[in-house]
């Protein structure tokens, strides 16, 4: 499940180039968001935000960053226990503490363009976009799948990520149509989808069902044996496209968008309801934290950070039919 996952400790030496500890925590104003159909019932605080960093250029390889900041976040994992949080950067894994410290940065010639990750046991998980493959993180060595290619350990365009409670791992394969599932050992399993899936960019496992969401602004929901059990289509009036799902009940999801008109943080359930949240500056990222006062943990692509917010109300009072 993608609201948080599970890690043990880990002994970073193949692989970290820079390992000295610094603050880059950047507390900002409180800022509130408020439902738009119900400004009583749901209230969105930002806390703070972190990893604050610009965009740098790269070229012919060459890569010049600081070590502490983001350049283009985009995929979030979070460790069992909330402590430590993994965030994909250019050429790299940024490490982080919930509050924002920054604690290192995982690098390796296979990390290029990262754009999905899940933490599950022993192991981080990562999608390459350019590199066409899925990459596993272990104590002493970095092992990637063979890629591009439509092999059974290849991809076309490996996206969203996620692990179900068995360890099997489930990717979003876009432009190739598919769902590739793996075992926790890199091992090929099976394909959903078989190149009929539209473009999906993110998956999530919860219980027994696993939810796809589709760049065609739809959300198809499979068995963990494979059937096709449900297809949620949005509305077309919607313009944006959806970048990441994270959930929060069995039923219930919070999705982000990255194109359009507008960049929102929305809300959606199974039976086919839907809801704007607010504007959030292009979220990619997202993961939701239940707690006593719930958490919602956003990376901003463009503005190389990711903010923490708490959440009050019911997320999905005011979802209307699609």
């Not at 059974?152 to 990717?171: Q, T, W």
């Not at 970048?243 to 008109?261: A, D, E, K, Q, R």
Request: proline share 3%; hydrophobic share 35%; aromatic share 10%.
């Amino acid at each position: 499940m993608k609201h948080y996952t599970h890690t043990h400790n880990y002994n970073y030496s193949m692989v970290i180039i820079s390992t000295a500890l610094s603050c880059s925590r950047m507390f900002t104003k409180n800022l509130i968001y408020e439902a738009e159909s119900d400004q009583e019932e749901v209230e969105i605080k930002r806390n703070y935000s972190f990893g604050r960093g610009e965009k740098q250029r790269c070229w012919f390889g060459k890569k010049s960053f600081s070590k502490h900041t983001l350049a283009a976040p985009t995929g979030i994992a979070i460790q069992s226990g909330k402590t430590i949080v993994y965030v994909c950067d250019q050429y790299r894994i940024q490490v982080y503490t919930m509050d924002g410290d920054f604690i290192t940065s995982i690098t390796h010639e296979y990390i290029i363009s990262p754009w999905g990750i899940a933490v599950e046991s022993d192991a981080i998980l990562v999608t390459d976009t350019q590199l066409c493959a899925l990459i596993m993180i272990t104590d002493y060595r970095v092992i990637k799948t063979s890629g591009p290619g439509v092999g059974k350990l290849e991809f076309i365009s490996p996206r969203g990520l996620d692990c179900d409670k068995n360890g099997n791992i489930y990717v979003a394969d876009t432009t190739a149509k598919r769902i590739r599932v793996f075992t926790s050992q890199l091992e090929f399993s099976k394909t959903l989808g078989k190149g009929k899936l539209g473009n999906p960019v993110d998956v999530t496992v919860v219980r027994n069902s696993i939810i796809i969401l589709l760049q065609d602004k739809s959300v198809s929901v499979y068995s963990l044996t494979g059937v096709r059990q449900k297809e949620i289509y949005i509305n077309q009036k919607w313009k944006e496209e959806f970048s990441f799902i994270t959930c929060v009940n069995p039923n219930s999801f919070l999705l982000s968008t990255h194109s359009g008109p507008g960049h929102y943080l929305v809300s959606l359930n199974l039976n086919g309801k839907i809801c704007k949240i607010r504007t959030l500056p292009l979220c990619h990222g997202i993961l939701y934290l239940p707690q006593d006062q719930s958490l919602i943990v956003v990376s901003h692509y463009l503005e190389h950070k990711v903010s923490v917010f708490t959440v009050t109300g019911n997320l999905f009072r005011n979802n209307r039919k699609l």
